[in-house]
């Protein structure tokens, strides 16, 4: 079946425009990630979505960051007025994540958005 | 609240080396562990992961890591790596039921000829 994808694969904007990274993950799966991934740099989480709940923001880095889910399927995420310290790989990851076990928890990432801000 | 730790940033190794990969994570509750691989200019994978039983668990590309729930840690090792190895490794807990996974800063290993 089809996994999780994502577009652009690769977006370069000038500073202070705005930029919009889409997410479609596996269907059927409740919870959907966004991560943040700078050049030497780990795992950065950003914004966690399960199933009606509201959203955990607590990894977006500024107020310039936003992301919402529509359906429960498709997610966006928005960047408003970009930095070049903005410019990374974001990563989207979902996973089916309403059952206790953990089995269920495993996520499956998509192969990033590569964003460049000159 | 959960957090994973890993304690090594870099790893250089020679080919056909043993190799461990550190990780350490705290948490009140009991929780699910994975090890995630992310190849050079490859997206992130899953490795290997542990949910209950043996704490002795084996992935693929012969990997395995060893659950020590008295040393909260979930290390990862191989005992003879290749060039191929090479990539950045991610050490990953969950608490399940919804909650969100939470993933340490990653380990780079690098396998010299």
């Known amino acids: 079946g089809a996994g999780v994808s994502q577009s652009p694969s690769n977006k370069v904007t000038e500073k202070g425009k705005d930029v919009e990274l889409r997410c479609d993950p596996i269907?059927?799966?409740?919870?959907l990630y966004w991560y943040r991934q700078s050049l030497g740099q780990g795992l950065e989480f950003l914004i966690y979505?399960?199933?009606?709940?509201?959203?955990?923001k607590s990894g977006l880095p500024s107020d310039r960051f936003s992301a919402e889910r529509t359906g429960g399927s498709v997610s966006t995420l928005t960047i408003q007025r970009t930095q070049q310290e903005d410019s990374a790989v974001y990563l989207c990851?979902?996973?089916?994540?309403?059952?206790?076990?953990?089995?269920?928890?495993?996520?499956?990432f998509g192969p990033g958005t590569r964003l460049l801000v000159l | 609240a959960q957090s994973v730790t890993q304690l090594d940033s870099q790893v250089p190794v020679f080919e056909e080396a043993p190799v461990e990969l550190r990780c350490n994570y705290s948490?009140?509750?009991?929780?699910?562990l994975f090890w995630y691989v992310q190849y050079p200019n490859q997206g992130l994978q899953l490795l290997l992961k542990y949910l209950s039983g043996s704490t002795l668990v084996k992935g693929i590309n012969g990997f395995e890591a060893e659950f020590n729930k008295s040393q909260t840690s979930f290390h990862l090792r191989k005992p003879s790596v290749h060039i191929s190895d090479t990539a950045e490794y991610f050490c990953?807990?969950?608490?399940?039921?919804?909650?969100?996974?939470?993933f340490g800063a990653g380990t780079r290993l690098f396998v010299k000829a």
């Open positions: 948490s009140s509750v009991s929780v699910y």
């Open positions: 979505f399960q199933g009606n709940s509201a959203p955990d």
């Open positions: 990851a979902s996973s089916l994540g309403t059952s206790g076990t953990g089995i269920l928890e495993t996520q499956y």
């Open positions: 990953a807990v969950s608490r399940g039921g919804g909650f969100k996974t939470i």
């Open positions: 269907s059927g799966h409740t919870a």
